[in-house]
């Protein structure tokens, strides 16, 4: 479990057939064979490390549902490490599994933040709400607006600055987790042992019903 708050960026130093090796500094000071890391907002595992870098496996599953096949060597990467249970919950619950991608469109400027608007899939969309919460390549933002097509958010400097957003370009493709609390409770107002595409109760059906 992460809590969306990047605690540093690394760069891609290796990327084979079903792994990465990734060059880091402040991950690596109490790094364990195992322990999970958000890359980008993927949790993956680690299973080799060394004094400034870590490998980790990639399965073909991770690759479709998230932008790290188009990582190429050199690329930056966001990182965390799993939350430890003594620590502030400073963002809100990422559990690192990727929901699916979604594209940037536009960086535009407005005092000291900048709004990203990224499009995404309309069965994205639906977990998406006005100020509420979602990760973008694992980092932990809140939605500002919403659009025909997807959302915004509104970058800070010190978010900016921490983190590779803003390094990304109209067209660029980022990985998205929506509240993992929208999806559960969607799947919770399924009848029990019924298939989630022949149940009639959608977040729609419950906004037209006064919920």
Known sequence: MFTGIIEEVGHLLEH??????IQAKRILEDVHLGDSIAVNGVCLTVTQFDAS????????ETLRRSS???LAKGSRVN????????????????S?????????TSLKREGNAVWVTIDCDARLRRYIAEKGS????GISLTVAALTSSG??????PHTGAETTLLEKKAGDTVNLETDIIAKYMERLMQPAGEAPEKSGIDLEFLQKNGF
């Not at 084979?16 to 090796?21: D, F, I, P, V």
């Not at 690192?96 to 594209?103: C, L, M, Q, R």
């Not at 959302?151 to 800070?156: E, K, L, R």
């Open 151 to 156: 959302f915004q958010v509104s970058i800070i």
């Open 16 to 21: 084979g057939r079903g792994s990465m090796r």
């Open 53 to 60: 870098s870590f490998s980790v496996d990639v399965m073909a």
């Open 68 to 70: 790290l096949a188009g």
């Open 134 to 137: 979602i990760a973008i390549d």
């Open 96 to 104: 690192g599994h990727i929901d699916d991608t979604g594209n940037v």
């Open 79 to 94: 990182l965390e490490r799993a939350m430890a249970a003594d620590g502030r919950f400073g963002g809100h619950i990422v």
